[in-house]
């Protein structure tokens, strides 16, 4: 298929407006809505967002999960030269009163709850200004000048966000350019607190229409997603390459296995973005029955060779890709060939994606490997610029000189220039395709009263990729147990980073300095992961 001409977000979603016109873009719920509609929507918030003052290099926080509003809102924002903030929806209130400090955001839409979470509540509890007379301005948020919630309950509400008349493409200057960042995603790093990753409009479109191509999408696609939109594999990843190959986004909420059998025989989906999570999920679920998946052809997955001929000849999605990337390099940076045969699709990445390079560095000297031989994954093409907030910092850590982006994986390439992925070298935990700093789970355990040190590692697991592991010394004269320390966990932090099993002990391993020495921490929990499941 011909890419698209567009190189910013909104000019893509004009252009599909005109080439698809009344073809559906989104199906959400019971809501079907065209790509002339979905651009029309956009313009409309885009209207109100620029009537409240938002212009080109403002930031908008999105604290929304996978609906069409999602997509009117970002859209919206992007048509003024806003910059998305993609908030996660499993925030609880501490880390919601972070993210809204570092990310500097001048309007925040959200939902007034998502699950468990009272949003609203949390929102009044932390700019209890927004619920007086406007204008105002809060003393802790100085940015923040509007709140905006899907239901209003007390703030101002979505359904009064749209302006009178949609709002088209802007002269030059106050539109986006391409090389505008377009999203802000935060993601696990070695810190405490998330990393703040910018994306451009232009590596958005072009590296998500060329993930599409590996995957042989055509117009009418009809891709399931069900990872959230705020990660760089729902937003950056599926949800380009879909729109740039006319394609359809077919919205899980959130995902259950049931539901998303259901949405793909219903909406005949013929892609998924999966994990080997979801693949399990999906296909122990006691309503699954091949021939209700049938239309699945292709999609994403990461994960060991096994999950992906499990995705490919039990799901049924015949010419699913395997991926490697990370959100640093919008999404993936490798992804095989749809065409490939099945065992070289398990068994590799795939070549880097064009405009992407691929190189492997020796972990001690940084001297550039050969073929054949495992090093340090180094990235370069589609990057991020450059963190934000006070993740900006950690630039020199992860930037070489010469422009390239140090994953933290270990790797080679073969002969033939596909990447083979070995694992993770960095301390970082990868559990259910999310990226969990130890660093932080350590911090949220240290905010109990009766912990006096934690120490954090993964240990490998089937279906999640790895599980957390956590090990915890209390304080002299203190009392608790692992159940009460992973409630504690469960009440201040999102659900991925509670630990899945919590030891406490009198003592963890340290150096003469001090410093806990993970590698050991972590070889002790192996062995008695690997005792437990014997």
């Given at each position: 298929?011909?890419?698209?001409?567009?190189?910013?977000?909104?000019?893509?979603?004009?252009?599909?407006?005109?080439?698809?016109?009344?073809?559906?873009?989104?199906?959400?719920?019971?809501?079907?809505?065209?790509?002339?509609?979905?651009?029309?929507?956009?313009?409309?918030?885009?209207?109100?967002?620029?009537?409240?003052?938002?212009?080109?290099?403002?930031?908008?926080?999105?604290?929304?999960?996978?609906?069409?509003?999602?997509?009117?809102?970002?859209?919206?924002?992007?048509?003024?030269?806003?910059?998305?903030?993609?908030?996660?929806?499993?925030?609880?209130?501490?880390?919601?009163?972070?993210?809204?400090?570092?990310?500097?955001?001048?309007?925040?839409?959200?939902?007034?709850?998502?699950?468990?979470?009272?949003?609203?509540?949390?929102?009044?509890?932390?700019?209890?200004?927004?619920?007086?007379?406007?204008?105002?301005?809060?003393?802790?948020?100085?940015?923040?000048?509007?709140?905006?919630?899907?239901?209003?309950?007390?703030?101002?509400?979505?359904?009064?966000?749209?302006?009178?008349?949609?709002?088209?493409?802007?002269?030059?200057?106050?539109?986006?350019?391409?090389?505008?960042?377009?999203?802000?995603?935060?993601?696990?790093?070695?810190?405490?607190?998330?990393?703040?990753?910018?994306?451009?409009?232009?590596?958005?479109?072009?590296?998500?229409?060329?993930?599409?191509?590996?995957?042989?999408?055509?117009?009418?696609?009809?891709?399931?997603?069900?990872?959230?939109?705020f990660w760089s594999f729902g937003s950056a990843n599926a949800m380009s390459a879909t729109l740039t190959h006319g394609g359809i986004l077919v919205l899980q909420s959130r995902f259950e296995a049931g539901e998303a059998i259901a949405l793909i025989e219903r909406h005949g989906c013929t892609a998924i973005y999966t994990l080997p999570s979801i693949t399990s999920a999906i296909i122990t679920h006691p309503e699954f029955k091949p021939e209700r998946v049938e239309t699945?052809?292709?999609?994403?997955?990461?994960?060991?060779?096994?999950?992906?001929?499990?995705?490919?000849?039990?799901?049924?999605?015949?010419?699913?890709?395997?991926?490697?990337?990370?959100?640093?390099?919008?999404?993936?940076?490798?992804?095989?060939p749809y065409d490939w045969p099945l065992e070289r699709r398990a068994n590799c990445q795939g070549p880097p994606l064009p405009g992407v390079q691929i190189r492997i560095v020796h972990p001690e000297t940084g001297a550039v490997l050969p073929s054949g031989e495992n090093g340090l994954i180094e990235v370069r093409g589609y990057l991020l610029r450059g963190y934000q907030g006070s993740s900006a910092s950690q630039d020199e850590a992860v930037l070489t000189p010469d422009?390239?982006?140090?994953?933290?994986?270990?790797?080679?390439?073969?002969?033939?220039?596909?990447?083979?992925?070995?694992?993770?070298?960095?301390?970082?935990?990868?559990?259910?395709?999310?990226?969990?700093?130890?660093?932080?789970?350590?911090?949220?355990?240290?905010?109990?009263?009766?912990?006096?040190?934690?120490?954090?590692?993964?240990?490998?697991?089937?279906?999640?990729?790895?599980?957390?592991?956590?090990?915890?010394?209390?304080?002299?004269?203190?009392?608790?147990?692992?159940?009460?320390?992973?409630?504690?966990?469960?009440?201040?932090?999102?659900?991925?980073?509670?630990?899945?099993?919590?030891?406490?002990?009198?003592?963890?391993?340290?150096?003469?300095?001090?410093?806990?020495?993970?590698?050991?921490?972590?070889?002790?929990?192996?062995?008695?992961?690997?005792?437990?499941?014997?």
């Amino acid at each position: 298929m011909n890419a698209p001409f567009s190189r910013t977000l909104p000019d893509l979603l004009f252009e599909q407006a005109e080439r698809y016109a009344d073809a559906p873009a989104v199906i959400c719920g019971d809501r079907v809505v065209s790509y002339a509609h979905l651009a029309q929507r956009a313009g409309l918030i885009a209207a109100g967002l620029r009537q409240r003052g938002v212009r080109r290099g403002d930031r908008v926080g999105l604290l929304i999960n996978n609906r069409l509003e999602w997509l009117e809102a970002f859209f919206g924002a992007a048509i003024v030269g806003a910059v998305v903030v993609a908030f996660s929806t499993w925030s609880k209130r501490d880390e919601l009163a972070w993210l809204l400090e570092d990310s500097e955001v001048s309007v925040l839409i959200a939902l007034d709850r998502f699950g468990d979470q009272p949003f609203a509540e949390d929102l009044r509890a932390l700019v209890p200004e927004a619920l007086g007379a406007a204008p105002w301005r809060s003393v802790t948020y100085p940015h923040l000048r509007h709140i905006v919630l899907l239901g209003g309950d007390g703030f101002e509400s979505y359904a009064d966000l749209a302006g009178p008349e949609p709002l088209g493409p802007l002269p030059p200057g106050e539109g986006p350019s391409a090389a505008d960042d377009a999203i802000i995603i935060y993601t696990s790093g070695s810190s405490s607190r998330p990393k703040a990753v910018p994306l451009a409009h232009y590596g958005i479109v072009e590296n998500g229409f060329n993930i599409g191509e590996r995957q042989g999408y055509r117009a009418g696609e009809r891709v399931l997603l069900a990872p959230p939109l705020f990660w760089s594999f729902g937003s950056a990843n599926a949800m380009s390459a879909t729109l740039t190959h006319g394609g359809i986004l077919v919205l899980q909420s959130r995902f259950e296995a049931g539901e998303a059998i259901a949405l793909i025989e219903r909406h005949g989906c013929t892609a998924i973005y999966t994990l080997p999570s979801i693949t399990s999920a999906i296909i122990t679920h006691p309503e699954f029955k091949p021939e209700r998946v049938e239309t699945l052809r292709t999609g994403v997955t990461i994960g060991a060779p096994q999950d992906v001929i499990t995705a490919a000849t039990v799901l049924g999605a015949s010419e699913i890709c395997n991926v490697y990337g990370q959100t640093e390099s919008y999404g993936n940076c490798c992804v095989t060939p749809y065409d490939w045969p099945l065992e070289r699709r398990a068994n590799c990445q795939g070549p880097p994606l064009p405009g992407v390079q691929i190189r492997i560095v020796h972990p001690e000297t940084g001297a550039v490997l050969p073929s054949g031989e495992n090093g340090l994954i180094e990235v370069r093409g589609y990057l991020l610029r450059g963190y934000q907030g006070s993740s900006a910092s950690q630039d020199e850590a992860v930037l070489t000189p010469d422009g390239f982006f140090r994953t933290g994986d270990s790797g080679h390439l073969n002969d033939a220039g596909d990447l083979l992925f070995a694992g993770r070298v960095s301390e970082m935990i990868k559990k259910g395709g999310i990226n969990i700093s130890p660093a932080e789970v350590e911090d949220i355990l240290m905010r109990h009263p009766a912990v006096a040190q934690a120490g954090v590692v993964g240990v490998p697991d089937r279906n999640q990729g790895e599980l957390l592991v956590a090990f915890v010394v209390l304080k002299p004269g203190s009392t608790s147990t692992g159940a009460e320390l992973v409630a504690h966990c469960r009440a201040v932090a999102s659900r991925y980073k509670v630990p899945d099993s919590i030891e406490i002990r009198l003592t963890l391993p340290v150096t003469a300095t001090g410093k806990l020495m993970r590698r050991d921490l972590k070889q002790i929990a192996v062995e008695q992961h690997r005792t437990l499941v014997a």
